[in-house]
């Protein structure tokens, strides 16, 4: 019997439009509120899982550099996790290449956690269908779920009663939006370097002391429903003031926590500004922000360059411009 020995997969970054902020289950990444991304066309992850038989140990190399600590014990696990349900125990050589800058809230840990949890389960032989693979790159980042699919994609949160929840629990694509909607997503790079505090921990931390954390939430529920309709609208005006609420509120209640998470700089609250001061003088522009300093903008695509010089010049900093991108996909795989 020929078995597959390696395989490759290509993931891109995601950025929510309603963001999830908090797991209600930390070994299951199960979130508090279900959230909805837009894939982008910029920054893709490749990695490549190759099986390798008589190893003791998986080795994992990150941009080219061994991976340690955290960074290491996380790909570990979820490697496990494939090994648990395909039952096989070779270990194996994880390689991944980001294009994008790693823990700097620019969604580096999404597209990996979606090309890895490919790439893995197509080495392993899990023969796994995209919403299997959806729930299962979930246990390795919980926005990487979305990261799967293209386009405008929700993560379902599965009930707190649900009998099963890590199978209610996935992600799927958004069909129902409205065909001449064409969304710009400009990531403005005020800072580059890794943040101090995870979102792992700074989710936590909001959860169990954010006085403002319960009403975020609620609100959250309700913005997901809001932005549905809004997408199938085609109506950008309110998918931008749903986005830069939905974001202003998740950072409102981590700077709330005890100690707080603080990720806005003064750099990010300048560009905030800007935009509001933008959309005062007719531009359609909306911030929203991950954990990290960075800001990104929500524009028509049609006013993308203009409005990105106009950011580039307003914090002098570069600027990337992002569409709708596509769902991971695999780029080879050998069997021997
Ligand atoms: C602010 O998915 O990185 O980008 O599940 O702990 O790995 P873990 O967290 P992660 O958190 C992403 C948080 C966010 C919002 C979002 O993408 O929805």
């Not at 809004?230 to 931008?240: M, P, S």
Request: proline share 7%.
């Amino acid at each position: 019997m020929t078995r597959t020995s390696s395989a490759a997969a290509v993931a891109h970054p995601n950025i929510a439009l309603v963001k999830y902020w908090g797991k209600r289950d930390k070994v299951l990444v199960l979130p508090h509120a279900g959230s909805l991304s837009m894939t982008l066309d910029v920054f893709p992850t490749t990695t490549t899982v190759r099986i390798t038989p008589g190893t003791a140990e998986d080795s994992v190399f990150i941009d080219n550099v061994p991976a340690r600590g955290e960074a290491l014990r996380r790909i570990v696990d979820f490697l496990d996790l494939v090994r648990a349900r395909t039952g096989r125990r070779e270990r194996a050589r994880v390689e991944t290449h980001n294009t994008v800058p790693v823990g700097a809230g620019l969604a580096s840990s999404a597209a990996g956690f979606a090309a890895l949890a490919l790439a893995a389960a197509t080495a392993y032989d899990a023969c796994l269908d995209p919403t299997s693979l959806s729930r299962l790159a979930r246990r390795g980042s919980g926005s990487a779920c979305r990261s799967l699919f293209g386009g405008f994609v929700q993560w379902h949160a599965a009930h707190p009663g649900e009998q099963d929840p890590d199978h209610a629990s996935y992600a799927e694509p958004v069909h129902d939006v409205h065909p001449d909607l064409d969304i710009a997503l400009i990531a403005v790079l005020l800072q580059t370097t890794p943040k101090p505090v995870s979102s792992r921990e700074a989710m936590q931390r909001t959860v169990a002391t954010s006085p403002l954390f319960p009403s975020w939430l609620r609100s959250t529920r309700e913005a997901l429903a809001d932005m549905r309709a809004a997408l199938k609208d085609g109506d950008l005006d309110r998918i931008g003031a749903i986005a830069e609420r939905n974001a202003l509120g998740m950072h409102a209640a981590m700077e709330t926590a005890l100690p707080p998470v603080t990720y806005r700089t003064p750099a990010s609250h300048h560009l905030l500004n800007h935009v509001s001061a933008l959309r005062e003088r007719g531009e359609q522009t909306w911030a929203t922000m991950d954990a990290g300093p960075n800001v990104k903008v929500l524009c028509p695509a049609t006013d993308a360059t203009r409005i990105a010089a106009e950011l580039a010049a307003a914090s002098a900093s570069p600027t990337v411009i992002a569409r709708s991108g596509p769902a991971a996909t695999l780029i080879s795989q050998s069997r021997s």
